[in-house]
């Protein structure tokens, strides 16, 4: 049996790019090699990243046309499209029974991989599969609008997809698989739902991919999962339908891990793609104390919880070689923060961001605005929070809120008194209407347009540099060395 393990080009334009492999297929081949089933890695991605400064056969343009695939979808010819199809499926080694695994993390990624497997299964005898975070968020939604998509996985991948290839290279029944959906008798057939934990997940095999084209200026930033689920339960988040349960994975483990990673690919850089690091403050603290005891010498970036109070641990985090918090803090004002369910009190988050710059970490943090019944008052005071906390805070994300399906507004419209408006069903953040306390349009616009002018005003958007380029995550830990000293750091950025 031939597997491919597709990572899909973003539309290009829809995000600032950095160069980082795609964990989620290289898990997957990790887990399956394990189990004595070889897969080959397709980075689209990466493709397309290039060949924004090569001169790529493929025009990735063309396959960022959304409307255009969507026509393509619906069966019009469109021969020039289907040239670049052949071109990328001219990069798959194609043998009988192929199968092919779509691993989409957004929707941006999805009408790509819907052209791509159209054009294959018109071609070959395929089996195509797809799975990744959108799909868990609209479950059932391609299988039943795209017939040449056989089986959707939900939820964490890997032993799931597993399962489904031993299925079908045995001939066994695909019924006891975990998380698989597929038509059966014209119906949508959903299996069970089963938790994966994530100490079972093999070791990242980066060497499956060409693991050198992602090195910029000869430094090379991997991807690494230490926590899988978040403990939080913030009402405008999906994550309890991506992943219910939290777990994090054993210190012995990741120390094991991240040594032989940096030794096998001599890499120090480590993005760490968690929810939340400080799910539990100890375990953190275990993290960094190993980290700094086996002198591991490594630099990570993850997201945390702003509401670590002791300078101690602080400095501990720094020491293991954090360069970057991404900090959720979404309001400053306590009474949007308990009507996001979020447990935070703002002196707290204000003393851990004290800590963190004084302990020389970038804070990166963000805010959403327009939340149910954010008043100007409300806004005001996350206004103010900025304003008072200049100082500690080095970056900002502000975005205006929007109801992420399958989140817990999403899933209990009248309890928070909103009306979805669900017009386009590939949609996962889905507009609406405040039945309460509407904060119209204007109202949204105005306060965005004020945070971005202190963002302007204090230089708070520092990843934006001249010629409206950002400064990569790869740049950024290129520069980490004069990170001790944030101001000279950010001379520089402005000199990029
Ligand atoms: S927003 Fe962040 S902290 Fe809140 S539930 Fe989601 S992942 Fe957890």
Redesign the pocket.
Known sequence: MDIKLIFPPFEQNTYDRCLLPPLSIVSLHSYLKKRGYNSRLYDLELESFLSVKSKSKINFQVLSDRQRIKKYLEGKKDFYLELQLERIINSFEMFDHNVFCFSIIDISQLFISLAIAKFLTKKYQSTIIFGGPYITLNKGFVLEQFCFVDYEITGASEDSLYQLILSLDKKLDVSKVPNLLYAKDGKTVYNTNKEFDINNSEMPDFNALPIEKYRVNGNLVLPYQLVSG?N???F??A?RTINPLIKMKDVDKVIKELKELKEKHNVRHFYFCD??INADNSYLEELCDRIIEEELDILWID?A?PDILSQELMQKIRKSGCVQLYY?IESASESVLKKMN?HLSINDVKKCLELSHKAGIWNHVSFIVGYLGETEKDFDTTLNFILENKNAIDSIMVSPFYIPKKSIIYNNPSRFNVALNISDSTQVMVSFDDLTNQNSEEVITDRMTKIGSLIDKFNLFPFKLKNNKILSINMFFDLCSELKDKSIFKQRIKTL
């Open positions: 978040c939080e339960n913030c405008f988040c994550h929810n939340l997201h919880k959720g979020k």
